[in-house]
């Protein structure tokens, strides 16, 4: 059964970093693509970062350009989200999602972390 | 980037009836390798958006028929037959064929 297991979130200060964990089981972490997706406090779904299976591809959405990272062990497989000059539209509940084996993003889902960026 | 229209904002619906949920894509959402990457997901109240549909009308693992999705090009819709009460929720269309990928504001399913 895949399991995604999201942790790390939490109430961090405007300007401060922060960074989230997501530890995979249940299939061979090194064989999928794996992304972030945020909800706002209830907001619909956005797409914020993605890294290809072996990490040599990454992709942003605009807003997060230059603030997150995103990045995997394989040998740990676990997936990270690094998130540097966190700001208060970053507060969201954050979620760890795999591919399918063909590509198709978003097929599996973690509970989600929540981070609140607030003074 | 790739502009998802998700309509209605919401629905009402009585056990054992069938809705349509329509979500329009701002460009095509046909990849450059052929394929359509069109999902939709569902999200019950208090969990984790699920997948649903993914390529417009496939079926995910263990998801049932009685969920049906159609259309191609920028023009989609997600078919619920004999609505259960473990249907409801927001439903969400997504696009992956293009960075960044996007979603609809979603519709809420509700019991009439």
């Known amino acids: 059964e895949v399991q995604l297991v999201e942790s790390g979130g939490g109430l961090v200060q405007p300007g401060r970093s922060m960074k989230l964990s997501c530890a995979a089981s249940?299939?061979?972490?090194?064989?999928?693509?794996m992304a972030w997706v945020r909800q706002a406090p209830t907001k619909g779904l956005e797409w914020v970062a993605t890294?290809?299976?072996?990490?040599?591809?990454?992709y942003y959405r605009d807003s997060v350009k230059g603030r997150f990272t995103i990045s995997r062990d394989n040998a740990k497989s676990t997936l990270y989200l690094q998130m540097n000059s966190l700001r208060s539209e970053d507060t969201a509940t954050y979620y760890c999602?795999?591919?399918?084996?063909?590509?198709?993003?978003?097929?599996?889902w973690g509970q989600g972390t929540l981070v609140t960026v607030s003074s | 980037d790739v502009v998802m229209t998700q309509t209605p904002v919401s629905l009402s619906v009585s056990l054992g009836g069938q809705v349509s949920i329509s979500c329009r894509s701002s460009?095509?959402?046909?990849?450059?390798?052929?394929?359509?990457?069109l999902s939709w997901y569902l999200q019950k109240p208090g969990q984790s958006p699920q997948l649903l549909i993914y390529?417009?009308?496939n079926r995910f693992s263990g998801i049932s028929d009685r969920f049906s999705g159609s259309g191609s090009g920028t023009d989609f819709t997600l078919k619920i037959s004999r609505v259960e009460p473990d249907d409801l929720g927001v439903y969400y269309c997504?696009?992956?064929?293009?960075?960044?990928?996007?979603f609809g504001a979603g519709t809420k399913l509700e019991l009439k």
């Open positions: 999602t795999r591919d399918t084996r063909l590509g198709v993003p978003f097929a599996y």
């Open positions: 997504g696009q992956g064929t293009q960075y960044p990928y996007t």
């Open positions: 460009q095509s959402l046909v990849h450059n390798n052929g394929n359509t990457y």
């Open positions: 249940g299939f061979t972490f090194s064989n999928y693509g």
């Open positions: 890294i290809s299976y072996d990490g040599s591809s990454t």
């Open positions: 390529k417009v009308s």
